[in-house]
């Protein structure tokens, strides 16, 4: 993406890449299409609770991409890279809040290991000025806490809907890209002038993410996230800056510092950590799906 938005804006780009993935699912399955009908003839109790929670999801995904890419007007790359991850701090509260889980000191120690991994690798700490800009960021990472914490949220009520866990995802998946393309479509012309030269590398990027980096991973977090709390979820989700700090050192000759490399180990280590249980941790997660 970092080479292909030399040749597009950043708005124009993702909904171009949403509306392709969109247009992929909607002519390849049956499911894609009848979660996308039922955003405007929801006619049962349940198709209503489906239709609302899918749209949740693409309103929160659709704004926190409006609200990134608005904070990035007015404040640095490092910053909005760093406030973005404290989706990891929004989530356990926003699951708290809901009833979706308890807050555990394991819980925190993670979120707090990663997040200290995430300042170190993106260097947010060395600008210590507050404008609009990280003000909207943060936002932004409150938006995507709500979106991983109402995943699952959704999917249940798929499922009581779709005759399949496939269909139940796919419903979810879909649905959700529809429904942000939608909303940042008509918000286009306000963030940016669009502008998409079709490139090898813009077209290339794309295509990739928009079927790879969009489609397969909405589709594999939507089907297999729910095994897994929203907070471990969230930190789980932190090694993606870890990944693309070994790609840039590998295929863009960037230089790893010390500290990116103490933060990417910070950020591992959190990982490990959230994903730690005990047998009192798995009775206490089963009884509160019981209740």
């Known amino acids: 993406m970092q080479r292909a938005l030399t040749d597009a804006t950043p708005t124009a780009f993702v909904v171009l890449r949403l509306v392709l993935i969109s247009v992929v699912f909607l002519a390849f ?3 894609a299409r009848g979660g996308t009908l039922l955003l405007v003839r929801a006619r049962s109790k349940v198709e209503r609770l489906f239709r609302r929670e899918v749209l949740v999801l693409g309103a929160t995904f659709g704004i926190g991409y409006i609200l990134q890419t608005a904070g990035l007007l007015t404040t640095t790359t490092s910053k909005s890279a760093f406030l973005t991850s404290t989706a990891v701090v929004w989530t356990p509260l926003i699951s708290f809040l809901t009833g979706r889980e308890r807050v555990t000191r394991r819980l925190v120690a993670s979120v707090v290991l990663t997040l200290a991994g995430v300042l170190l ?3 947010a700490y060395r600008a210590a000025s507050v404008n609009v800009g990280d003000l909207l960021t943060l936002l932004c990472a409150v938006m995507f806490g709500i979106y991983i914490v109402w995943i699952d949220r959704a999917v249940q009520h798929a499922k009581a809907i779709a005759p ?3 269909a139940a995802t796919m419903m979810v998946t879909s649905t959700q890209l529809v429904a942000a393309a939608a909303l940042l479509l008509v918000f286009l012309p ?4 669009p502008r998409f030269v ?5 077209v290339g990027a794309l295509v990739f993410t928009a079927l790879i980096a969009t489609g397969a991973t909405a589709y594999l977090q939507a089907r297999y996230q729910q095994v897994v709390s929203p907070t471990a979820a969230a930190v789980i989700y932190m090694i993606e800056p870890v990944t693309a700090m070994v790609i840039a050192e590998v295929f863009l000759t960037e230089q790893i510092s010390f500290l990116e490399l103490l933060g990417s180990l910070l950020i591992i280590l959190g990982v490990v950590i959230a994903q730690l249980r005990s047998k009192a941790t798995d009775e206490s997660e089963i009884e509160m799906q019981k209740g």
């Open 164 to 166: 399949t866990e496939h």
């Open 121 to 123: 690798m993106t260097g």
């Open 190 to 193: 306000v963030v940016e002038t």
């Open 198 to 202: 079709p490139t090898p590398y813009a």
């Open 29 to 31: 399955s049956r499911s």
